[in-house]
């Protein structure tokens, strides 16, 4: 979709709509901290996950491409500027379920923070489940 809009743009147009669309991001190593928190489900503890990756400068010029929804769900809408994402996605399980998510990104040169909420019917009733994503450069790749 965003190759289409950019041929659709006039030459000149190009290299500043392409400037508005790379996250400001620097590359290197990344540390990202996701945590899910589940509110509804008794006393289930919060379950964080920490990883490395490494981020290069062709990533980061990608734009939007450089977000890739998990298998199972896909994405309804994004918005992204150089600081910032707002998405919604949508994830089927294998049994035909639906979850519907909404989240948002803060892109902040040599961090990025943001958080991603969704409610989800369960035979135990609905299940609110919010993840807070951390991230920030630590080094080179």
Not at 3 to 16: K, Y
Not at 18 to 23: G, K
Not at 54 to 83: F, K, L, N, R, Y
Request: proline share 6%.
């Amino acid at each position: 979709m965003m190759r289409a809009l950019f041929a659709a743009l006039p030459l000149i147009a190009l290299p500043f709509a392409t400037q508005a669309e790379t996250p400001n991001i620097q590359p290197g190593l990344w540390e990202n901290q996701n945590t899910m928190i589940m509110e509804g489900m008794g006393n289930m503890p919060d379950q964080t996950e920490t990883t490395t990756e490494c981020v290069t400068q062709e990533d980061i010029d990608q734009g939007e491409s450089i977000i890739e929804p998990p298998e199972g769900c896909s994405m309804d809408q994004m918005d992204m500027s150089a600081d910032r994402m707002d998405y919604t996605m949508v994830c089927t399980d294998p049994q035909g379920g639906q979850m519907q998510m909404e989240g948002s990104m803060r892109f902040m040169g040599d961090r990025a923070e943001g958080e991603m909420t969704s409610e989800m019917d369960t035979p135990m009733g609905t299940v609110n489940v919010r993840m807070e994503m951390r991230g920030e450069r630590i080094g080179d790749c």
